[in-house]
């Protein structure tokens, strides 16, 4: 299995260029280094963030759902904590009693 590559925002705006130009991302793909899949991902994407597809999400909306999702766990791990904290300090002054298996 190879390593995900990150190409610069500049080249994948080229290679979608090239493709919208008549170039074939087979073609391409035998040019350059990206696979013809990864170039015609990148032209599907590119429309979606043009408004030309509606298939699926934008690269804003993605970015969007990213940072909401680490956010949510981040929440989440913060309401954890704070659960654990309050129950400590309520057994710690006694306002709740220890547990205990004498009832």
Do not use: C, H
């Not at 766990?73 to 004498?102: C, G, N, V, Y």
Request: glycine share 4%; charged share 40%; proline share 4%.
């Amino acid at each position: 299995m190879g390593r995900k590559r990150s190409y610069p925002a500049a080249f994948r705006q080229q290679m979608v260029a090239l493709v919208r130009s008549g170039r074939s991302a087979n073609d391409l793909a035998k040019e350059f280094e990206p696979t013809a899949q990864t170039i015609s991902a990148w032209v599907r994407q590119a429309d979606r963030d043009e408004g030309r597809r509606d298939d699926g999400l934008t690269s804003r909306e993605r970015e969007e759902l990213q940072r909401l999702r680490r956010e949510n766990k981040r929440l989440r791990q913060e309401r954890e904590i704070l659960a654990k904290a309050a129950a400590w300090f309520a057994r710690e002054t006694e306002a709740i009693p220890p547990k205990s298996s004498d009832i």
